[in-house]
């Protein structure tokens, strides 16, 4: 049984111009130990993603199709049973680490406040429990770090913080969403590397969100490309990158940057701007900034097609691609 299993999943929010689908048809799963990346420009939906797995979508936010954490069945939960489950068996490491930290309590009453809710563990048991996973998360000067308030801290020291606080409970899902936003270089390979080596020692399964398509190179083994709420291309990450075949995900890969460029090299843009949920169209949500459109394209959302094994696109023009590569071949 996969550790995670989405399908067709479905998320409606209700917005000044009436109802919207932030997420259409999204279906993935992941096993145990598995690491999975989202990526996409804002405005996609993998945030919505995050939250949805967390059960912390906007009020009044409509939900169909299904999620299941270890064949749990996560849509119908009630608030009480996602509270149970928060924290305890999913974990998330939010991308501003300032904003995720409450700054009125210390850093080590933060930490300790999932285990005495979900292990039960009393006030010397959890400030000690914390204490260790700090120095699990190499915080400089844990013991003293315990009593220090957030903006006592670096940027690089809180989400290390907002890490811990995520692990408290040694959850079987971890979901971190833009981990590194803020940070500096150096900074983001550490916090990357310590996410890595957490994941690996606990057997965890991993959904990273990123922008950057590097991160996700070196740091997932399957790949997901999100356009307009939906799912548009997924596979094996070396796959995806070797073959990429959606139209999105061609103006996504073009646009990156690359070394050895020379000097004055403009990049590739992908013409227009991810459109408002009210604005997406009722078929390919692509369909408005591609040159390849056709008419059949603006009908119904298209079906994954395989491109081989594990490796799907929703596309109903990839037999373009696939003429050009075989003429470059040639």
Known sequence: ?????????????????????ALREVSFSMERGET????????CGKSMTALALMGLLPEGARVTGSMRLDGTELTTLAESDWCALRGHRI???????????????TVGRQIAEPLRLHKGLDA????????????????????????????QLSGGQRQRVVIAIALACAPDLLVADEPTTALDVTIQREVLDLIGELVRDSGMGL???SHNLGVMADRVQRLF??????????GPTAEVFAHHAHPY???????RPRLGLARGTRLATIP?????????????????????????????????VALGPGHMARCLRLDVETDARAEAAA
């Open 207 to 209: 959904v990273l969100i």
């Open 272 to 304: 227009g701007r991810v459109p408002d949920l009210a604005d997406l169209p009722v078929g390919c949500p692509f369909a408005d900034r591609c040159a390849r459109v056709v008419p059949a394209c603006r009908v119904a959302l298209p079906a994954p």
């Open 91 to 105: 974990g998330m490491v939010f991308q501003e680490p300032m904003t995720a930290l409450n700054p009125l309590h």
């Open 36 to 43: 999975i990346g989202l990526i996409g420009e804002s405005g």
């Open 249 to 255: 995900s061609l103006g996504l890969f073009a646009a």
């Open 124 to 151: 010397r048991a959890a400030r000690a429990e914390a204490l260790r996973l700090l120095e699990r998360v190499h915080l400089p000067q844990a013991r003293a770090r315990l009593d220090a308030h957030p903006h």
């Open 1 to 21: 049984m996969p550790l995670l299993e989405v399908q067709d999943l479905r998320v409606t929010l209700q917005t000044a111009r009436g109802p919207a689908d």
């Open 225 to 234: 490309v999100m356009y307009g709420g939906t799912v548009s291309e997924y």
